[in-house]
């Protein structure tokens, strides 16, 4: 990803189409057969694709927030992305998905949880416990809360941001996947 901002209160990063991420390979399943099972101990290189993203994360929240554009620069929502605190080492950061997501309309006139079945399915095989499943809740509604009432750093202009044109797509460092 690039780096929008790296600061004490606030890390920004964009991610575009045509980025190479990782993804850790092995036995998948659950709804629409996403949830890993079994990780053989390997990562898949996958393409970002459709979307631009801009990710805002508040250093030591248990979510993060994504902006999202489509292919014709046209805003078309928030997202809040459930997850452990990042961490930070010499190569970025480190995380872990909570399955649970929320969907929030553009305007900010509605939302929705995203990926309830996926949650439900990590609880039924011992990934997460259902006090877990209301700590991920608990947080999600804080944040929603966040952004409907754009606290800071959201009451940005965030929707209007864009890419600076003469950046390259990056790509992964040598080491990306050695233990932080």
Same mark, same amino acid.
């Given at each position: 990803?690039?780096?929008?901002?790296?600061?004490?209160?606030?890390?920004?990063?964009?991610?575009?189409?045509?980025?190479?991420?990782?993804?850790?390979?092995?036995? !998948?399943? #659950?709804?629409?057969?996403?949830?890993?099972?079994? =990780?053989? &101990?390997?990562? @898949?290189?996958?393409? +970002?694709?459709? *979307?631009?993203?801009?990710?805002?994360? !508040?250093? #030591?929240?248990?979510?993060?927030?994504?902006?999202? =554009?489509? &292919?014709?620069? @046209?805003?078309?929502? +928030?997202?809040? *992305?459930?997850?452990?605190?990042?961490? !930070?080492?010499?190569?970025?950061?480190?995380?872990?998905?909570?399955?649970?997501?929320?969907?929030?309309?553009?305007?900010?006139?509605?939302?929705?949880?995203?990926?309830?079945?996926?949650?439900?399915?990590?609880?039924?095989?011992?990934?997460?416990?259902?006090?877990?499943?209301?700590?991920?809740?608990?947080?999600?509604?804080?944040?929603?809360?966040?952004v409907l009432r754009r606290e800071p750093p959201l009451d940005e202009p965030w929707e209007r941001w864009r890419p600076d044109p003469s950046w390259l797509l990056p790509a992964l460092p040598p080491g990306w996947d050695?233990?932080?």
């Amino acid at each position: 990803m690039n780096v929008v901002r790296d600061g004490e209160a606030l890390v920004a990063l964009c991610i575009r189409p045509g980025v190479t991420i990782m993804r850790r390979s092995g036995l !998948r399943g #659950g709804p629409r057969g996403r949830n890993l099972i079994l =990780w053989d &101990g390997g990562h @898949e290189p996958r393409e +970002w694709h459709t *979307n631009r993203a801009l990710i805002l994360n !508040r250093p #030591g929240d248990a979510h993060s927030v994504h902006l999202y =554009w489509n &292919g014709r620069d @046209e805003f078309i929502g +928030w997202y809040v *992305n459930l997850e452990a605190p990042w961490r !930070r080492h010499a190569l970025g950061f480190d995380s872990e998905d909570h399955d649970l997501d929320v969907l929030i309309a553009p305007d900010l006139s509605g939302w929705r949880w995203k990926d309830e079945d996926e949650l439900a399915f990590a609880i039924a095989n011992g990934r997460f416990t259902e006090d877990d499943a209301q700590r991920f809740h608990a947080e999600g509604l804080r944040a929603i809360n966040r952004v409907l009432r754009r606290e800071p750093p959201l009451d940005e202009p965030w929707e209007r941001w864009r890419p600076d044109p003469s950046w390259l797509l990056p790509a992964l460092p040598p080491g990306w996947d050695a233990p932080a």
